[in-house]
């Protein structure tokens, strides 16, 4: 079975930090690009940040550049996302993909990923 779980989410104050992690399952992610993507209480789903499969590159958008940390431990079949300077905005339920591919990670391309996990809640309130 092909399985990803994401952990990590709960409940911090803005300015805070969590770090997410995506394990995967019946799989290995060392020729797969993930990507973490999240959606907000009546918003639709959107990325966030992905990483590739063949030489680890990292993309962000713009909302939670500088702030968010895409990284891959292919030992540990797992990849993470450093979470820093939350803030209310970036609520929501956050979810890794995954996508077979030997080129490009991209957030922008949902459709691509093949896999998906049940999602984390991250809620940052005062």
Known sequence: QVQLVESGGGLVQ??????????????????????????????EREGVSCISSTDGSTYTVDSVKGRFITSRDNAKNTVYLQMNSLKP????VYYCAAWRTSYYC?????????????????????
């Open 106 to 126: 991209s957030p922008y391309v949902s459709w691509s990923y093949e896999y998906w996990g049940q999602g984390t809640q991250v809620t940052v309130s005062s």
């Open 89 to 92: 905005e970036d609520t929501g």
């Open 14 to 43: 803005p300015g805070g930090s969590l770090r997410l992690s995506c394990a995967a399952s019946g799989f290995t992610l060392d020729y797969y690009a993930i990507g973490w993507f999240r959606q907000a209480p009546g918003k």
